[in-house]
């Protein structure tokens, strides 16, 4: 059983010692009270190492993302908050994978997020192509007013405006494209939050835990 408990610790290394130690505790006088003793009993009751490990891990990533999004007064900057919805997203695709029973549902699951994310992923890149293109429309254009205002003025004022005009559009290009992307990663931690509360198996234990 401490070889179990021990094998399960080694896996929780992205969790806090306390955070680890509350952890292992709790399995251990889960497994102590219901008089399981060996690594193969506790491999039928919890599951493997890394499987539970994996679950454990995506329990507190989703823990942490729903605290971040209760609490506005300690709330993350949006990239900070959008690197922990695709670390989450990824630490559940790890338990869905981790636990065989899913398998089946998964492929089905992962068809879904595949064709999402291609959509996703050719808008992004069309969103991309607009905003280099501006910005080298903006460049360009500063360029040649700077190359021109000596000679012509006008001209010179006026490519200037153009390319300084550009220049601010890509800045708020930009921002659109973080707030985009905050927000995709929002709608893809939501929908695995949805997917592994519905389809991952617990055992007793995990079910106590989560009371």
């Known amino acids: 059983m401490n070889d179990y408990i021990q094998a399960v610790q080694r896996l929780l290394g992205q969790l806090t010692t306390a955070e680890q130690q509350e952890v292992v505790e709790y399995y251990r006088e889960y497994l102590l009270d219901a008089g399981i003793t060996t690594y193969e009993q506790a491999v039928d009751e919890l599951g493997t190492p890394r499987s539970l ?3 454990v891990l995506a329990d507190y990533s989703i823990k942490l993302t729903e605290q971040d999004q209760g609490d506005t007064a300690q709330s993350r900057s949006s990239v900070q908050a959008t690197k922990a ?16 029973v899913t398998i089946p549902i998964l492929i089905v699951i992962g068809a879904l997020f595949i064709a999402f994310a291609a959509v996703v992923f ?7 192509a607009v905003f280099l293109s ?5 460049v360009a254009g500063v360029v040649v007013g700077i190359a021109t205002i000596w000679q012509a003025p006008w001209t010179g004022i006026f490519y200037l405006g153009v390319g300084l005009a550009a220049l601010g559009a890509s800045w708020i290009g930009w921002l659109l494209l973080k707030w985009l992307g905050s927000k995709i990663a929002w709608a893809l931690t939501w929908a695995a939050k949805k997917i592994y509360n519905r389809f991952i198996p617990r055992s007793r234990a995990e079910r106590g835990r989560k009371q």
Do not use: F
Not at 122 to 128: E, N, Q, T
Not at 134 to 138: A, F, P, T
């Open 134 to 138: 501006i910005i080298l429309v903006g």
């Open 122 to 128: 050719s808008l992004l890149v069309a969103a991309l």
């Open 85 to 100: 919805n695709v670390k989450t997203v990824w630490l559940i695709i790890l338990a869905l994978l981790s636990t065989p």
């Open 53 to 55: 490990a994996r679950k």
